[in-house]
C-alpha cells in the first residue's frame, strides 16, 4: 500500500483515492459486523456435527452450536452497545 502511494506521488496524482476507497471498505465491514454478528461454523457447514450422521457427535471446533461470532464482532457491539 505504501508503494502504490508513493508511484501515485511521483506521477503526480494524489493518494487520497486510494485512502478514501479504503475507508470506506472497512466502514462497509464494520457495518457488516454490526448487522450480522454471527456465522455459520466453517467445519461443520452449521451442522453441529462432525458428519453427515448423528453418531459421530459434535463437531470438535464448534462443539455442536454451528453460530460462531464472526472476526471483530465483540469488539463493534462492545463498543456501538449492539446485542
Known amino acids: 500500500m505504501a508503494s502504490l502511494a ?3 506521488t511521483a506521477h503526480g496524482a494524489s493518494p487520497w483515492p ?3 476507497i479504503g475507508l470506506a471498505v472497512v466502514i462497509v ?3 457488516s ?3 450480522k454478528p454471527y456465522t455459520s461454523c466453517g467445519w461443520c457447514h452449521g451442522t453441529g456435527r462432525r458428519g453427515t450422521t448423528a453418531r459421530y457427535g459434535k463437531c ?3 462443539k ?3 453460530e460462531r461470532l464472526r ?3 465483540r469488539l463493534v457491539h462492545r463498543h456501538l452497545g449492539g446485542k
Open 6 to 8: 508513493a508511484t501515485a
Open 33 to 35: 459486523l454490526y448487522v
Open 64 to 66: 455442536g452450536d454451528p
Open 71 to 73: 472476526f471483530g464482532a
Open 60 to 62: 470438535w471446533r464448534c
Open 18 to 20: 486510494l485512502v478514501l
Open 29 to 31: 465491514w464494520l457495518g
